[in-house]
């Protein structure tokens, strides 16, 4: 199964389906979906915040004219397509429209180092040539081409870092490679590749079921992966290192919570460590309040921890919603460093999420209700007070240079 640093986003974008709602399907006429079109026009405007924030209301009118005369020449994939552009358009990371359960995955894992793509793992053992390649082409679409259709796709007023991190889900997504033309058949791609030599060859690659991708076991270019992707099933894992005397806490999701976080401090008052880590990179949100409340507020206390150079956040492109407001209130409530790439969502923004089915395809469109500023002056971003940039030598060895970094890190002499 993809680890936890991956599906921190892709839980983002997918809709559950609870017993007795309706399942979402592209398969439904070109009337019913000029329907849904004229629904979501009309309502998301209404519904959101501040709807005009990014794009203005004569744009977002001619680009919902523009979807409609073409809806007759799409197949559902293309029209779920257009839908999901109009909200990035609109701009906040929290408007979206979840695609239906089947989205086309095919069995690569695929990340970004600098402006390469490379495959990270996968699920077929045909497939082991492709580990560490770097994505040249997709069926005739230059890697160019294809990143901007994609990145086209991805919330237009948020931070470059947001977009890059969620196409990685979608670039091995055949729901969206077919909606944009990218590929011809949804259930079958090919990817053209290039090894570290530059040598390129081709594979060719076939969609799995939703059954099916929850049984896959996937190959890794790494033969151990790193402390940040170990027990990747835990909501908060946290653990003492005796050699760096710190305790490292991965924060992954605001599940029990409450327990959670007491069982760490549990280990902090027993371990009187010289470091802690609280690493946000994998955490795709909650509700910040409870960990302002459970983490922040008691951390707050920990005179010895609350200290330059001895409390560590660690943030990326991943950290996002209730993470994001929780390391801008690390920052601005405690002695931490922030340590990582920065944080694609701004921090002031809209969030607060509510939904609406839409009336035919049942399609999940989700829209902010509120705005939030984390951030009192500065540029709209989180950026780590040390960034370190992902690097592809150091993750096929599986390392973990940002925390190796705070492991490192000699923190300032204390004054008594």
Not at 343 to 350: A, D, M, R, V
Request: with cysteine; net charge negative.
């Amino acid at each position: 199964m993809r680890d936890q640093f991956f599906l921190a986003i892709v839980a983002v974008l997918t809709a559950s389906t609870a017993a007795g709602q309706a399942v979402a399907t592209l398969e439904i006429t070109k009337p019913k979906w000029h329907e849904d079109l004229k629904f979501y026009a009309a309502e998301l405007p209404k519904r959101h915040i501040n709807a005009f924030h990014h794009i203005s209301r004569e744009q977002l009118e001619a680009e919902v004219s523009a979807l409609d005369r073409r809806i007759d020449a799409l197949d559902g994939d293309g029209v779920f397509v257009g839908l999901v552009h109009l909200a990035a358009d609109i701009g906040d990371g929290h408007t979206n429209i979840a695609p239906p359960d089947d989205v086309g995955e095919f069995p690569l894992d695929v990340r970004r180092f600098g402006d390469d793509y490379r495959v990270v793992a996968v699920a077929d053992a045909s497939l082991k040539v492709a580990l560490g390649a770097r994505i040249v082409k997709i069926h005739d679409t230059p890697f160019a081409r294809a990143r901007e259709l994609l990145l086209s796709l991805t919330p237009q007023d948020e931070n470059p870092n947001l977009g890059l991190a969620r196409m990685e889900a979608t670039i091995t997504e055949g729901l969206y490679l077919h909606g944009l033309g990218i590929i011809p058949d949804r259930n079958t791609a090919h990817y053209t590749l290039a090894d570290d030599d530059g040598k390129p060859f081709t594979i060719e690659v076939h969609a799995t079921s939703l059954s099916e991708s929850k049984k896959l076991e996937w190959n890794y270019v790494f033969q151990h992966p790193p402390l940040s992707r170990q027990i990747s099933d835990a909501a908060m894992y946290y653990q003492y290192l005796p050699d760096s005397r710190t305790v490292y806490c991965n924060f992954r999701r605001y599940n029990d919570i409450r327990r959670n976080a007491a069982g760490l401090f549990e280990l902090v008052k027993l371990q009187h460590p010289d470091k802690l880590v609280i690493d946000l990179r994998q955490n795709g949100g909650g509700d910040y309040t409870m960990g302002q409340h459970w983490l922040i507020d008691p951390i707050k206390g920990l005179t010895d921890l609350n200290t330059r150079g001895h409390l560590f956040i660690l943030i990326g492109p991943y950290t996002y919603s209730a993470a994001m407001s929780n390391a801008a209130q690390f920052r601005s409530q405690t002695a931490a460093m922030l340590v990582g790439e920065p944080i694609g969502e701004k921090p002031n923004s809209y969030q607060e999420v509510k939904e609406m089915r839409l009336p035919n395809s049942h399609l999940l469109a989700r829209y902010s209700v509120k705005e939030y500023k984390f951030v009192e002056s500065g540029d709209n971003i989180i950026r780590p007070d040390q960034e370190i940039d992902r690097d592809w030598e150091t993750y096929k060895a599986g390392r973990d240079p940002v925390l190796e970094w705070v492991f490192e890190y000699q923190a300032p002499a204390r004054v008594h």
